[in-house]
């Protein structure tokens, strides 16, 4: 009786054993599988790369509240520098290219219809003076105090996008 006990005690440590691989290989396989997004590093949660997953008006209220945050707004400034980000959004969104598939994955026909780099310059131009002109609008709402912080903010995002500190394509604090 006492050697058939061993038996089953083998036999169970290595069926356990057996699950415990299976399970581990599976959660590593899922691991490896997540997007890119959820797998950022430390201090990345609650953040989204440029805005995935949000909406528009999400996206709105997210740099109205990290301005207000930065600010101290007023309820006046707050209802004009929203109405001032909706309509930069709108604009951005007009001048932004339709998706599509990516150069190496495209038809020939697609790449084709591709904008070429003259109109992705043309338009980079179009987007940084929409931002300069939010900006400017923006500095017209706040007050004296207000307007130098939002110029360090917006200082201090340029030059981490430029030394390459930033998160690529983040949303931006203001503008």
């Not at 609008?137 to 912080?149: D, K, N, P």
């Amino acid at each position: 009786m006492r050697s058939n006990t061993n038996k089953r005690t083998g036999l169970s440590r290595i069926f356990m054993g057996t699950v415990l691989s299976v399970g581990l290989a599976v959660a590593t396989v899922a691991d490896a599988q997540q997007p890119r997004q959820d797998r950022q590093g430390p201090g990345a949660e609650g953040r989204s790369r440029r805005g995935q997953g949000l909406d528009s008006a999400q996206i709105i209220e997210r740099r109205v509240s990290r301005l207000n945050e930065h600010l101290k707004l007023n309820s006046g400034q707050t209802t004009a520098i929203r109405r001032i980000f909706v309509e930069e959004y709108a604009q951005m969104k007009a001048l932004r290219p339709q998706g599509g598939p990516r150069p190496d994955s495209a038809t020939r026909e697609q790449r084709r219809t591709r904008p070429d780099s003259a109109a992705r310059e043309q338009n980079r131009a179009q987007m940084k003076a929409l931002r300069d002109r939010t900006n400017t609008r923006i500095e017209a709402v706040l007050t004296s105090e207000q307007r130098s912080a939002y110029r360090d903010l917006v200082q201090n995002r340029g030059e981490r996008s430029k030394d390459g500190s930033g998160r690529r394509g983040k949303a931006r604090d203001g503008g």
